[in-house]
């Protein structure tokens, strides 16, 4: 049964969408079978796979409405990896969905089993808003990308306060899959102890590989691919690569 994965952090620009874009390519070249789902308006996922915003076809917001299929909406990106897109529309649906009933479980609903999928990444928008919830509602677990900074754990109590929640009254069966450090910085001293911090607060949840700052990890969308094709070599596309290691070996244990 594929394991289907909210990456989500309401703190915007942390690397949730490179972590989506890339950890689901490099999982897609060890041969698993990968449904990636853009569950932000901004589209950034959609766009750094090359799908330009797809006005002449459903995306994420009408496959939700039910006004067009799975198989209709998820396009071929990458090796094993088949990508339902997002544009602006999504915006809309928050307002159009706040006055439903089950406003929170529309994606849990409209997903189901994906039997044919090992994962499925849900890329979150930066808040705590009904889209952020759909999929914290869909999901077995939580991918929580932190970057590794000063304020690094600024937010995270808020942002476990929301998975309880949701662990509450939602999906009781919510999992934290595990926590990445993010543009990682060796030079930097303060990274170690951030990484400490993190750790202490998260223990064995912490990824052993963390994501260094990389160049190539930040060109690769204006590319349209995700770094695994643009530059398989970089020290970025081989940390998402070993990622993606750690993750099918952490299924498996
Ligand atoms: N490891 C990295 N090294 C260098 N640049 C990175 C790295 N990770 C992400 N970036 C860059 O930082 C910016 C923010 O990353 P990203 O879009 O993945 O964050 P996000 O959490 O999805 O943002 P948002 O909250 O807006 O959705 C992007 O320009 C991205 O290319
Ligand atoms: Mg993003």
């Not at 950034?44 to 496959?63: I, M, Q, V």
């Not at 109590?157 to 993010?182: A, C, F, H, P, Y």
């Amino acid at each position: 049964m594929g394991r289907t994965i909210a990456v989500f952090n309401q703190k915007g620009g942390v690397g949730k969408t490179t972590t989506v874009v890339n950890a689901a390519a490099a999982l897609g070249l060890l041969k698993k079978k990968v449904l990636v789902v853009d569950m932000d308006p901004q589209g950034n996922t959609t766009s750094a796979f090359g799908k330009k915003d797809p006005e002449d076809r459903p995306t994420t917001y009408e496959w939700l409405i039910g006004e067009a299929e799975l198989e209709d909406t998820a396009v071929d990106t990458e090796p094993n990896v088949r990508l339902v897109p997002a544009n602006a529309n999504l915006a809309g649906l928050e307002i159009e969905l706040a006055m439903e009933p089950d406003r929170e479980s529309v994606l849990w609903e409209r997903l189901g089993e994906q039997a044919d999928y090992d994962f499925v990444f849900l890329d979150c928008p930066p808040s705590l808003g009904l889209l952020s919830l759909n999929a914290l509602t869909a999901a077995d677990s939580v991918l929580i990308p932190i970057q590794t900074e000063y304020y690094a754990l600024e937010g995270v109590s808020q942002l476990m306060r929301t998975i309880q929640l949701v662990q509450k009254d939602l999906n009781t069966d919510l999992e934290v899959e595990g926590v990445l450090l993010t543009m990682y910085d060796r030079r930097n001293n303060l990274a170690l102890d951030v990484v400490e911090e993190v750790k202490k607060h998260f223990g064995k949840k912490v990824y052993k590989t963390a994501i260094p700052r990389n160049i190539r990890l930040a060109e690769a969308p204006s590319y349209g691919e995700s770094a695994m094709q643009f530059d398989k070599s970089s020290k970025g596309a081989q940390a998402y690569a070993a990622l993606a290691k750690e993750m099918i070996k952490r299924r498996k244990s």
